[in-house]
Nanobody, 121 residues
Framework: VQLQAYGGGLVQAGGSLRLSCTASGRTFSTYAMAWFRQAPEKEREFVALINWSGVYTDYANSVKGRFTISRDSSKPTVYLQMNSLKPEDTAVYYC???????????????WGQGTQVTVSS
């Protein structure tokens, strides 16, 4: 599976962005997908995940109620809709895939290249 993330950019606080992660490979529909982010001089942190069917999702407490993860297996793409953005959301956002759901970045076999999100105050 190869992943390509895009959709980042510069936005003012309170604004919205939608990240996309397009996957290649026939097994995309069987993988759980997740978004992680990493700010400068900080560790990579979990943002959101979705299971293979799209039925189960989970979010970091810091983004609950503001971010929504979804997937379209016909594309095949996973999305992260980010609303009410805050300056502390500024980071490089990565999409990742693995065979089962986990909020730990350890065990994710496949990673996208990352897309920069910058939220100005």
């Amino acid at each position: 599976v190869q992943l390509q993330a895009y959709g980042g950019g510069l936005v003012q606080a309170g604004g919205s962005l939608r990240l996309s992660c397009t996957a290649s490979g026939r097994t995309f529909s069987t993988y759980a997908m997740a978004w992680f982010r990493q700010a400068p001089e900080k560790e990579r942190e979990f943002v959101a995940l979705i299971n293979w069917s799209g039925v189960y999702t989970d979010y970091a407490n810091s983004v609950k109620g503001r971010f929504t993860i979804s997937r379209d297996s016909s594309k095949p793409t996973v999305y992260l809709q980010m609303n009410s953005l805050k300056p502390e959301d500024t980071a490089v956002y990565y999409c990742a895939a693995r065979s089962d759901v986990s909020s730990s970045y350890i065990g994710y076999n496949y990673w996208g290249q990352g897309t920069q999100v910058t939220v100005s105050s």
